[in-house]
C-alpha cells in the first residue's frame, strides 16, 4: 500500500494506521522519560508538530494501548522502556484547540463541555470499586458538564486523583493548545 502525506492529521494512531508518511520522533519518548520532569512544557513554532507528539505519547503510555501502532519505530528498540510503560498508565489527554470565544460565559461552556467528554473517556471510573460515593458524585456531575465555575477549576485535580485510586498509578497528564482560551 503506497503511503500518503496526511496534510493536517494529528491523531498518531490515525497516520499509522492509515499509513501516512511519518516522521519517526519515538525516541523523543526515551528522552522524555529519561529526564524525570515532573512537567514539561514544550514550545514550538505553529505546525512544528506539537499536537501530533502529545497524541504520540498519549497513545504510548495509555492503558489498553495498541501496542502494534509503535511496531518497527525508534521506541520499539528500547524493550525494557516499552515493557515497564507502554500501556501502564492512565492517561488525561485535554486539548483547547478550539475554545476561541469572545465571552467568558461561551468560553466556560466550552471547557466544561471538554472536561464532561475526557471525564466520560474514562467510563471505568463510573463503577470503580477504589472510588467512594463523594467520587462517584463528583464523576457524575463532570461526566454530565454539570458543573459550576468553582467545580471546574478542580475538575484536573479531581479526575487526576480518582484515576489515581482507580489504577494506583498517577496519570499522565496532558494538555494542548492551553493558551488558546
Same mark, same amino acid.
Given at each position: 500500500m503506497a503511503r500518503v502525506v496526511g496534510i493536517g492529521k494529528q491523531s498518531f494512531e490515525k497516520i499509522i494506521k492509515e499509513n501516512c508518511f511519518y516522521v519517526d520522533k519515538t525516541g523523543?519518548?526515551?528522552? %522524555? %522519560?529519561?529526564?524525570?520532569d515532573d512537567v514539561t512544557l514544550i514550545t514550538r513554532?505553529? #505546525?512544528f508538530g506539537k499536537t501530533l507528539n502529545m497524541? @504520540?505519547?498519549?497513545? &504510548? &503510555?495509555?492503558?489498553?494501548?495498541?501496542? /502494534?501502532?509503535?511496531?518497527?519505530? /525508534?521506541i520499539s528498540r528500547e524493550k525494557e522502556?516499552?515493557? #515497564?510503560? @507502554?500501556? =501502564?498508565?492512565?492517561? $488525561? &489527554?485535554?486539548?483547547? *484547540?478550539? +475554545? *476561541? &470565544?469572545?465571552? %467568558?460565559?461561551?468560553?466556560?461552556? /466550552? +471547557?466544561?463541555? $471538554?472536561?464532561a467528554k475526557e471525564t466520560q473517556r474514562h467510563e471505568e471510573l463510573r463503577t470503580s470499586d477504589r472510588c467512594d460515593e463523594y467520587?462517584? #458524585? =463528583?464523576? /457524575? #456531575?463532570?461526566a454530565e458538564g454539570n458543573v459550576t465555575? +468553582?467545580?471546574?477549576?478542580s475538575a484536573l485535580a479531581d479526575?487526576?486523583?480518582m484515576l489515581h485510586k482507580h489504577y494506583g498509578i498517577a496519570p499522565v497528564i496532558i494538555i494542548d493548545e492551553y493558551d488558546t482560551p
Open positions: 523523543f519518548i526515551k528522552e %522524555w %522519560w529519561d529526564n524525570k513554532p505553529r #505546525r497524541s @504520540m505519547l498519549k497513545y &504510548f &503510555f495509555e492503558i489498553g494501548t495498541d501496542s /502494534a501502532l509503535f511496531d518497527g519505530l /525508534a522502556l516499552c515493557d #515497564r510503560h @507502554m500501556g =501502564k498508565y492512565p492517561v $488525561i &489527554f485535554l486539548t483547547f *484547540k478550539d +475554545v *476561541k &470565544f469572545n465571552t %467568558w460565559e461561551e468560553t466556560f461552556s /466550552a +471547557v466544561r463541555d $471538554i472536561f467520587d462517584e #458524585r =463528583k464523576y /457524575a #456531575r463532570l465555575e +468553582v467545580e471546574l477549576s479526575l487526576s486523583a
